[in-house]
Structures are given as structure tokens and as C-alpha cells.
């Protein structure tokens, strides 16, 4: 749902520890050059199409995805970084 909106060039969505749900989902956006999209219109823009539980509770922008030598975005790596990044003080 988040690569149809016209200002994301590439997303992947992963679910991350909670400490209420077990886990919840959290999406990660590569925006197209020159163009800024906020965290609440992406949302706002999963909400009109996803079922509640679908719709991501955490958005980070980054400059690009993870991939592998055949251009596979590398989502356990992104959640390898999500664990580590909390685990820090």
C-alpha cells in the first residue's frame, strides 16, 4: 500500500518487538527525489485501504533500503537494526 502513494520510490514493512502486542508493524520509506511526504499522510493513506491491524504504528524515512546482490530488500536486516537500536541506552 505505501509504494501506490506517488511520493514513495520504495517501502518494506516489518513487524518489531512491542511490549503490549508482542509485536506491531513498522514501515520503512525511501522517498522520490525533490518530493516530502509526512509520517501522518502515508498513514493516513494505509488507514483508507488496510484493515486496522495492517496499518503501520511506526514509519521511518531512510535514503535507501537494504538489498542483496540481486536487489532484494533485505528485511531481516532492517529488523536486525530495529532490534539493535533499541537495545542501546
Do not use: W
Request: proline share 9%; glycine share 4%.
Amino acid at each position: 500500500m505505501l509504494a501506490e502513494h506517488p511520493a514513495v520510490l520504495e517501502a518494506a514493512t516489518i513487524g518489531v518487538p512491542d511490549a503490549s502486542r508482542g509485536e506491531t508493524v513498522k514501515s520503512f520509506v525511501v522517498r522520490r527525489p525533490g518530493i516530502h511526504v509526512s509520517t501522518e499522510a502515508l498513514v493516513e493513506h494505509c488507514r483508507s485501504a488496510l484493515a486496522p491491524y495492517k496499518v503501520p504504528r511506526a514509519l521511518a524515512f531512510l535514503p535507501e533500503l537494504p538489498k542483496s546482490s540481486v536487489l532484494k530488500i533485505l528485511r531481516r536486516e532492517l529488523r536486525d537494526r530495529e532490534i539493535a537500536n533499541r537495545s542501546q541506552p
